[in-house]
Antibody, heavy 118, light 109 residues
Framework: EVQLVESGGGLVQPGGSLRLSCAASGFTFSTYWMSWVRQAPGKGLEWVAN????????YYVDSVKGRFTISRDNAKNSLYLQIHTLRAEDTAVYYC???????????WGQGTLVTVSS | QSALTQPASVSGSPGQSITISCTGTSSDVGSYNLVSWYQQHPGKAPQLIIYEVYKRPSGVSSRFSGSKSGDTASLTISGLQAEDEADYYCCSYAGSNTLLFGGGTKLTV
């Protein structure tokens, strides 16, 4: 059974940094593209970033370029999202998901909440 | 890029059919047959219900169907059931290795 478990969220002051983690199990992690998607409270889904199987290719939504870094450790079956210079508008539940070859997000974790507030 | 356009809400009675539209542009929905749909119940993670415009993952009810015409994709749910009450999101490949979601539609049964 595919399992994705996010962690690392919490309350952070504006301008702060945070690293989110996603522990994967039940599938061959190193063969999948992975994605981060976020959802602000009461709002819709927003794709944030993708990373290729070996970590060599990374893509971001324009609004986070330069502040967010997606990475992975295939030896640890883990996905990460490093977030710098946090803003109030980054407050959201952050989900990790597997990205299939057809660009669908076929497995999702339960999410981790990031709250940016002073 | 702007989010794909979905109606904020739709409603239907048990047993009826409803359709949710998802309008993009020639740069996303109109250019690729890579539209997916997700169902999200309150407090839960989204779940994939349609991929590549009309295909259903294993385990998803055949009451869910997808289609596309030009820049607009659609999700139809037939034989509405109480458990279908949820938020629904469309998503399209938008080129340059990026994805674009719709704003979401709240379905009330």
């Amino acid at each position: 059974e595919v399992q994705l478990v996010e962690s690392g969220g919490g309350l952070v002051q504006p301008g702060g940094s945070l690293r989110l983690s996603c522990a994967a199990s039940g599938f061959t992690f190193s063969t999948y593209w992975m994605s981060w998607v976020r959802q602000a409270p009461g709002k819709g889904l927003e794709w944030v970033a993708n990373i290729e199987q070996d970590g060599s290719e990374k893509y971001y939504v324009d609004s986070v370029k330069g502040r967010f870094t997606i990475s992975r450790d295939n030896a640890k079956n883990s996905l990460y999202l490093q977030i710098h210079t946090l803003r109030a508008e980054d407050t959201a539940v952050y989900y990790c998901a597997t990205r299939d070859f057809d660009w669908s997000l076929d497995n999702w974790g339960q999410g981790t909440l990031v709250t940016v507030s002073s | 890029q702007s989010a794909l356009t979905q109606p904020a809400s739709v409603s239907g009675s048990p047993g009826q059919s409803i359709t949710i539209s998802c309008t993009g542009t020639s740069s996303d929905v109109g250019s690729y047959n890579l539209v997916s749909w997700y169902q999200q119940h309150p407090g839960k993670a989204p779940q994939l219900i349609i991929y590549e415009v009309y295909k259903r993952p294993s385990g998803v009810s055949s009451r869910f169907s997808g289609s596309k015409s030009g820049d607009t994709a659609s999700l139809t749910i037939s034989g509405l059931q109480a458990e279908d009450e949820a938020d629904y999101y469309c998503c399209s490949y938008a080129g340059s290795n990026t994805l674009l979601f719709g704003g979401g539609t709240k379905l009330t049964v």
